[in-house]
């Protein structure tokens, strides 16, 4: 099994910054495909940005140009740095990966996710 890990949630002001973090560990894995989600009190779950193993990006149309995407495969950690931070941004923030794990000479792909981050900016 693998386990998903997010770090770097907390209270900041409107037009502030954050960095969160996901560190993806266990005894052997393959992490294809991360991304993080968010989910405001009362709302759906949302998708805020992906990253393939290669690098390729893709984000939500309410955090293009003010969140960046990243990751480190030597680590198997991923980033979201949160520029221009708004109180609609305030939200549980969770780390998915898509991983795979050795199973009788197979490595069948799972998705996982992390425990979730709080993130809440307000003034």
């Known amino acids: 099994q693998v386990q998903l890990v997010e770090s770097g949630g907390g209270l900041v002001q409107p037009g502030g910054s954050l960095r969160l973090s996901c560190a993806v560990s266990?005894?052997?894995?393959?992490?294809?495909?991360m991304a993080w989600y968010r989910q405001a009190p009362g709302k759906q779950r949302e998708k805020v940005a992906g990253?393939?193993?290669?690098?390729?990006?893709n984000y939500a149309d309410s955090v293009l140009g003010r969140f960046t995407i990243s990751r480190d495969n030597a680590k198997n950690t991923a980033s979201l740095q949160m520029n221009s931070l708004k109180p609609e941004d305030t939200a549980v923030y969770y780390c998915?990966?898509?991983?795979?794990?050795?199973?009788?000479?197979?490595?069948?792909?799972?998705?996982?996710w992390g425990q979730g981050t709080q993130v809440t900016v307000s003034s």
């Open positions: 266990g005894n052997r894995f393959s992490v294809n495909a």
């Open positions: 998915n990966a898509d991983v795979r794990i050795p199973n009788g000479g197979r490595w069948p792909l799972g998705n996982y």
């Open positions: 990253i393939t193993n290669d690098g390729n990006t």
